[in-house]
């Protein structure tokens, strides 16, 4: 069945399109073949190129056939003249080609017409050719019509066929000379604006630059050239002097942009020789506009080494794709291959035309032609590539959930031993007596607590990297913030038999607003790199800042005295997984993600991040952060208060809340460590090991608070609050519902809390945590 409407659709499509050309070609035939089917004022043109004489400055007369080429008198118009005869209406006008020379038409000794842009051109030293329309009547019969050519260029002595006829015939005339060359010219130039666009938003939603952009560029160059040749031109623009001289610039600027096209389509390998064009190329175009700005001479005047940049690019590019066929890399790009070669030989075909021809205007018809056909087989190239992005797109957007989802997965699965490892050792460093079994526990505890920082940053990166992390701004207060860091990092350097410094400016806001969370893990993230690469010495923590723009500047600075960073390696610091001086710094623990997530935090804040390092001496990491200031009251000298670092030792402490809560798990250990956690205190603690225990407790016993587990097999935390919300025989269903899980995921407070829980507390569960939790809703 699918086969069979595939091939339905494929034949409908092949009809339409059929039927398209059909009718496309019958229009063209219709044009050429059928006979004339308007019926007002006739608009024939007649000739009017027979009987003219040449009169030169000494007053001779010569015949001279009409078109025709000679040669000019130096400093003096080229003159020609014919007696009028057969004049029998007033609608009639004389035209022709000016051949970009100024025109003065005497009837007799009267100025009849004049046209000169001498006055409204801005620069230039001769106007752009135009059709005349110089106005003849019937007592005209019996005059001399005499025609000044003034003017010295590359045209001077050049006659184009002279007509006569009504004015409109006039315009028709023109129009029918290029309306097939206009349409196609206007169609590219569209063809050529669309490609422009699509490169430009390529590059904004893909960051990749493809050749439909520069395609584009060289089809809107060639399309302005041809309409700013055209004879059409006259119609559509008021001061076509400026347009004119877009046929030379034009021209110019075609060779560079077919450099930076050849330069894309090949991938750079070749870029040091299009560039190398490609300035030649823009020093032509420069030269040209400075002399003609000068007025020392004519854009036209260069047009020969327009021609020349155009010849050499091609063929730098037939030189250049030569290794390409041979490597097989033509195979790549083999549709625009194609289709340059077809653009190739129409622009030979038309410079060949304009140098034997020598017209008046260049019909740009064969090079539009070539550019067509090199335009559509680019935006095949193009559609190909985009869609091919789209598939990667697709394909890494599901790998990476892939991943995250197995690294979340993971972690929750590490997360709960973890859980019970740290949790039960606890216990031990809290109940045990003996000096030996305490080393051990320290061991056990320092060894879960680092294994539980790799979890972290492991999972960290793949949110960061997946863009699910999110800056949650929220009113903070400094000295707080960089006591909480000094405390979580003084043991460790203490450990280290490190000295640990903070320089904290004093006159600071006291209140801002920002991310205190990813602050605090930039500075102790860069704190503890400082400490593992520090053998002996000190770290300094220095907190500084700068007011801008009405926002403080908050500078940090972490500096060490430790073992530095070779030159070469500091570019390499961001890079995932990446340790550099691996192979002297083997012993060193970690995974080498510290440093990449505090870039991707940095930059998720809009900070930045430097680093200044010696080898031997030792490395400071500056790290400036925008926040806002939510007072001007300065923060005070830092100190740590009577507390000291107030860290929270493995001893007992009065813990004076009293109540029962119901903690719902599917793992027996993880119960276990819940309860001993709170042992010491007069907190009494019922279990349930799956949600329908959970249910029969529910029932016969009232809870201040009740941590449910997230995955349970059979019925999870979810399903189980929908039920205890659903029950009429439910004594608590106002009792605050805690959500206890592994997955310690960005949002996870506010997702849980949508979904009705009173908050969320992450595995493993940290002593210091749970008894804040109890603090908060049972007291």
Avoid at 324 to 336: L, N, S
């Amino acid at each position: 069945m699918k086969k069979t409407s595939s091939f339905v659709y494929d034949l409908v499509l092949v009809i339409g399109v059929t039927v398209y050309l059909f009718i496309t070609g019958l229009l063209l035939f219709g044009e050429q073949a059928l006979p004339d089917e308007r019926t007002y004022t006739p608009l024939e043109m007649e000739n009017f190129s027979d009987g003219w004489q040449r009169v030169m400055s000494d007053g001779t007369r010569t015949d001279i056939a009409i078109p025709g080429q000679y040669q000019p008198e130096e400093e003096a118009p080229f003159v020609i003249e014919k007696s009028i005869d057969g004049i029998t209406r007033d609608n009639a006008y004389v035209s022709f080609n000016t051949a970009k020379q100024d025109i003065n038409a005497y009837i007799g000794d009267e100025l009849r017409y004049s046209y000169s842009t001498q006055s409204t051109r801005l620069f230039g030293n001769h106007s752009p050719g135009i059709a005349t329309f110089i106005p003849l009547y019937p007592e005209d019969n019996g005059q001399t019509l005499r025609i000044e050519f003034i003017g010295h260029n590359n045209y001077s002595g050049v006659i184009d066929r002279i007509t006569i006829g009504p004015q409109a015939a006039i315009f028709r005339m023109v129009f029918d000379g290029e309306r097939y060359v206009l349409l196609l010219t206007l169609f590219l130039l569209v063809l050529g604006i669309i490609a422009f666009i699509i490169g430009v938003s390529v590059k904004i939603a893909y960051n990749k630059t493809l050749p439909l952009f520069f395609a584009g560029w060289v089809t809107i160059c060639a399309s302005i050239w041809s309409l700013a040749e055209s004879n059409c031109r006259q119609f559509f623009v008021p001061n076509y002097s400026l347009l004119s001289y877009m046929t030379y610039l034009s021209l110019l600027m075609l060779s560079f942009t077919m450099a930076l096209y050849f330069d894309r389509l090949q991938e750079g390998r070749y870029r040091f020789f299009y560039m190398v064009l490609g300035v030649l190329d823009m020093f032509v175009a420069g030269l040209g506009i400075i002399l003609q700005f000068a007025n020392n001479t004519d854009l036209s005047g260069i047009l020969v080494y327009a021609f020349i940049s155009l010849v050499i690019t091609m063929g730098g590019y037939i030189v250049t794709v030569i290794p390409d066929i041979i490597q097989g890399r033509v195979k790549e790009y083999i549709m625009e291959f194609i289709g340059i070669l077809g653009a190739m030989v129409a622009g030979l075909i038309q410079i060949y035309v304009y140098v034997t021809d020598k017209p008046m205007t260049m019909n740009g018809m064969i090079l539009m032609l070539g550019l067509l056909f090199l335009i559509v087989m680019s935006y095949l190239r193009a559609l190909r590539d985009i869609r091919n992005m789209e598939r990667n797109i697709f394909a890494a957007v599901q790998a990476q959930d892939a991943s995250t989802a197995f690294l979340t997965r993971m972690s929750h699965e590490m997360r709960t031993p973890i859980n019970a490892i740290l949790g039960m050792n606890k216990m031990i460093l809290r109940e045990s007596k003996e000096e030996k079994i305490l080393d051990y526990a320290r061991d056990v505890n320092g060894a879960g607590n680092y294994l539980l920082g790799i979890v972290n940053e492991v999972l960290d990166l793949a949110k960061v990297t997946a863009g699910k992390i999110e800056i949650v701004p929220d009113d903070y207060d400094l000295m707080d913030m960089v006591r909480e860091c000094y405390s979580m990092v003084r043991p460790r350097a203490k450990a280290s038999r490190l000295s640990f410094e903070v320089d904290m400016s004093d006159v600071l806001p006291a209140k801002l607003r920002g991310d205190k969370e990813r602050i605090i893990q930039v500075i102790t993230n860069l704190l503890t790199n400082a400490i593992k690469y520090t053998p002996s010495g000190r770290i300094c923590l220095s907190i500084q800042g700068s007011i801008s723009g009405g926002r403080l500047m908050l500078k940090i600075m972490v500096s060490d005295t430790g073992i530095g960073i070779a030159k070469e390696n500091i570019p390499y610091l961001f890079d995932s997984f990446n340790r550099v001086g691996e192979f002297q710094n083997y012993k060193i623990e970690g995974t080498g993600l510290g440093l990449t997530i505090t870039k991707q935090l940095i930059d998720l804040m809009n900070g930045e991040i430097t680093v200044e390092s010696e080898l031997g001496k030792g490395t400071t990491f500056t790290v400036v952060i925008p926040q806002e200031i939510r007072t001007v009251e300065p923060c005070g000298i830092f100190s740590m208060g009577p507390n000291g670092d107030r860290r929270v030792a493995d001893r007992s402490e009065v813990f004076d809340v009293i109540g029962r809560i119901l903690v719902v798990d599917d793992v027996a250990i993880n119960l276990r460590v819940f309860t001993v956690l709170l042992n010491n205190t007069d907190i009494i603690v019922d279990t349930a090991i799956s949600g329908q225990e959970a249910l029969e407790k529910i029932k016969r016993t009232k809870y201040d608070l009740i941590f449910i587990d997230h995955l349970m097999p059979g019925m999870d935390g979810l399903e189980l609050k929908d039920i205890m919300g659903r029950m009429d025989d439910n004594l608590n269903k106002d009792t605050p519902l805690i959500m206890q899980t592994a997955n310690a995921i960005v949002g996870a407070k506010e997702k849980y809390e949508a979904l009705g829980f009173a908050d969320y507390i992450a595995k493993p569960i940290k002593e210091e945590e749970l008894r804040k939790l109890l603090r908060q809703y049972m007291i």
